[in-house]
C-alpha cells in the first residue's frame, strides 16, 4: 500500500506557451496537419502531449508524443517503447477522468 505504484500526472502548458492552442506537423510526404493540443503532461521525469486533429475528433482518438526541450523551446517526439507509450495513455486517460482535482 506504497501508493506510488500508479503516480499521477502533472498538468503543463508549455506547448500552448509556445505554440498557441493548436500546432502543425509536417507529415513524412511534406504535407501538414492542424492538430488541437488536447493536454500536455509530466509522467515521472518525461513529458507527453496529446494531441487531436480534425479526423481524429469524430472517434475522440488522440495521437501521443514525448516533449523534450530543444534549444529551450519544447518540441515532439515519437513514443516508439510500447510500455512507455501504454504509460502515457493511461496518465492521459486518469487527466481525463480527475477534472475534480485542481491544483
Known amino acids: 500500500m ?3 505504484e500508479h503516480e499521477a500526472p502533472k498538468k503543463l502548458n508549455s506547448l500552448r506557451t509556445a505554440f498557441g492552442n493548436e500546432i502543425e506537423l509536417e507529415a513524412d510526404d511534406g504535407s501538414v496537419e492542424v492538430y488541437d493540443i488536447k493536454a500536455e503532461f509530466q509522467l515521472g521525469d518525461r513529458i507527453y502531449a496529446a494531441l487531436q486533429s480534425d479526423p481524429m475528433r469524430g472517434e475522440e ?3 501521443l ?14 513514443i516508439e517503447d510500447d510500455e512507455e507509450w501504454e504509460a502515457a495513455s493511461e496518465a492521459y486517460d486518469d487527466l481525463l477522468f480527475s477534472t475534480d482535482e485542481r491544483p
Open 2 to 4: 506504497s501508493g506510488n
Open 61 to 63: 482518438d488522440v495521437e
Open 65 to 78: 508524443f514525448r516533449v523534450v526541450q530543444v534549444g529551450g523551446e519544447p518540441q515532439l517526439e515519437n
